[in-house]
T-cell receptor, first 115, second 112 residues
């Protein structure tokens, strides 16, 4: 149990385009989902927290207009990188929790490369 | 914020027990301690979680002293496939919202 999937697993796009990444909890309902970014050889950095049906909470320094997060259902959250630039190239990972006391279960990650 | 500190890297040989310690001096009363394993280009995988004393599952043990300012992940008999980065994570919910801060992680290399 507690499986989280992400789609796509990797994406390559041109600078200026937008990319949407999906995060799904496959066998449980996630009241809260998280989005992280990880650069090579570095640790995970929390970008934002989203609760189903409400606006996401962004960490300091993360542009909410650039990284749009939608958590429309208890099993799906999406991250849209708008007007992507090469510096947005990174490994994006989502995680989900069933409730406040639950541990986080992570997705497999999405490798974004912006040319 | 419950920032964590771990050794950056460790080497071990197959069959040995490996202990990785994490310090989290600012841990809050309600925070749990969770350890994850991450392989290159994959998401972190849950290993074990605890609040105090000792927790054991089929892959690891977690030791937490009474003051909870540190924790130790123990991998009983490592194999080459345990080569990975290990993170301890302490949730910070003191502000009423989640604040998860991953530390640098410990890069474990298991040698034959």
């Amino acid at each position: 149990g507690a499986v989280v999937s992400q789609h796509p697993s990797r994406v390559i796009c041109k600078s200026g385009t937008s990319v949407k990444i999906e995060c799904r909890s496959l066998d449980f309902q996630a009241t809260t989902m998280f989005w992280y970014r990880q650069f090579p050889k570095q640790s995970l950095m929390l970008m934002a927290t989203s609760n189903e049906g409400s606006k996401a909470t962004y960490e300091q320094g993360v542009e909410k207009d650039k990284f749009l997060i939608n958590h429309a259902s208890l099993t799906l959250s999406t991250l849209t990188v708008t007007s992507a630039h090469p510096e947005d190239s990174s490994f994006y990972i989502c995680s989900a929790k069933r409730d406040r006391t639950d541990t986080q279960y992570f997705g497999p990650g999405t490798r974004l490369t912006v040319l | 914020l419950a920032k964590t500190t771990q050794p950056i890297s460790m080497d071990s040989y197959e069959g040995q027990e490996v202990n990785i310690t994490c310090s989290h001096n600012n841990i809050a009363t309600n925070d749990y301690i969770t350890w994850y394993q991450q392989f290159p280009s994959q998401g972190p995988r849950f290993i074990i979680q605890g609040y105090k004393t000792k927790v054991t599952n089929e892959v690891a043990s977690l030791f937490i002293p009474a003051d909870r300012k540190s924790s130790t992940l123990s991998l009983p008999r490592v194999s080459l496939s345990d080569t990975a980065v290990y993170y301890c994570l302490v949730g910070d919910s003191t502000s009423g919202t989640y604040k998860y801060i991953f530390g640098t992680g410990t890069r474990l290399k298991v040698l034959a």
